[in-house]
C-alpha cells in the first residue's frame, strides 16, 4: 500500500494544471520572471537575467485542509539554523513546544519544509539554510521593498500569499507604497517563490510585500528559506 508521505511526495511533483489552480490566473511569461512546474526548475534562478521564479503547484489536499483547520495559537513561529539532513530533529521539538499536535499531517508538512530546504540549499550551495516558520496575523513586511539578500525562498502554507510587482513598475510601486495602484501579482496557493535579492548584482529583486491584513481576522503560516548570514541564529546542534 502506498505510504501517506509516498502519495504527498507524488502529489506535490505532479505539475499543476489550469484545471487545479485555485482563485488564481496563471502568470504570463515576464521579463525577468519564469514559471516552472517542477522542484528541479527552481534552479533557473541562478540563470543571468532571471530575477524571480515561481513553482506552481498545489499540496495534498488533505495537507492543505488541515493546515486551514488549525487553531491559530498552534501555528509556528520559529527559526532554525540548519543543515539539510537535521532538519526534522531540530525542528519537531520547536514545533511540540508551538502546540502544533504530532501525526501523519504535521509529518508531511516537516517532510515538504525538508524538500524545499533541500532545494534551496543544492541550488544556492548553502551548507546551512536558515529557516523561518512564521505565524503573521498582522502587516508584516507591508512595504514594497527588495529583499537584502542574495536569494530567498518563501511559500505560504495557509493565509493571503505574497504580492510582487513586474520589473516595469519596480520603481512606481516603491515610490508611491500604500498608494500605488498599478498592476499587482499574487503567488498561487501554496506557490513555491524563488526570488533574486538586491545582493544578487545592481538592480536585481523583485520588489515584492507581505499582503495587508490587519484587522480582516486572518492568520498566514509562511515559510521564508535564505542563506547563512551574519543575522542568522546560531546554528542548531544535536543535542
Not at 490566473?25 to 521579463?31: G, I, K, N, Q, T
Not at 501523519?104 to 550551495?125: E, K
Not at 501554496?190 to 533574486?196: S, T
Not at 548584482?201 to 523583485?206: A, E, K, Q, T, V
Request: some cysteine.
Amino acid at each position: 500500500m502506498t505510504s501517506v508521505r509516498q502519495r504527498a511526495w507524488d502529489f506535490a511533483m505532479t505539475p499543476v494544471t489550469p484545471e487545479h489552480r485555485v482563485d488564481v490566473e496563471p502568470v504570463a511569461s515576464m521579463h525577468g520572471v519564469r514559471t516552472v512546474e517542477t522542484r528541479d526548475g527552481l534552479a533557473a534562478i541562478n540563470d543571468p537575467g532571471t530575477e524571480l521564479v515561481i513553482w506552481q503547484r498545489s499540496l495534498l489536499p488533505s495537507l492543505g485542509n488541515w493546515l486551514d483547520r488549525l487553531d491559530v495559537a498552534t501555528l509556528p513561529h520559529l527559526r532554525v539554523l540548519v543543515q539539510p539532513g537535521d532538519l526534522r530533529p531540530a525542528l519537531e521539538p520547536l514545533l511540540d513546544t508551538c502546540g502544533m499536535t504530532a501525526g501523519d499531517m504535521r509529518d508531511l508538512l516537516v517532510d515538504d519544509i525538508g524538500w524545499l530546504v533541500s532545494a534551496f540549499a543544492i541550488i544556492t550551495g548553502s551548507e546551512r539554510v536558515d529557516v523561518r516558520l512564521e505565524r503573521v496575523d498582522h502587516d508584516a513586511c507591508w512595504k514594497f521593498h527588495r529583499d537584502t539578500v542574495e536569494a530567498r525562498l518563501v511559500t505560504t502554507y495557509r493565509g493571503p500569499t505574497t504580492e510582487w510587482v513586474q520589473m516595469a513598475q519596480a520603481g512606481q510601486a516603491i515610490a508611491e507604497q500604500k498608494a500605488y495602484q498599478g498592476p499587482l501579482e499574487r503567488l498561487g496557493v501554496h506557490d513555491v517563490a524563488l526570488f533574486k535579492g538586491n545582493c544578487a548584482g545592481p538592480n536585481s529583486g523583485i520588489v515584492h510585500r507581505s499582503p495587508p491584513i490587519a484587522g480582516t481576522g486572518l492568520s498566514r503560516l509562511f515559510l521564508c528559506l535564505n542563506k547563512q548570514s551574519e543575522v542568522s541564529p546560531d546554528p542548531w546542534v544535536k543535542a
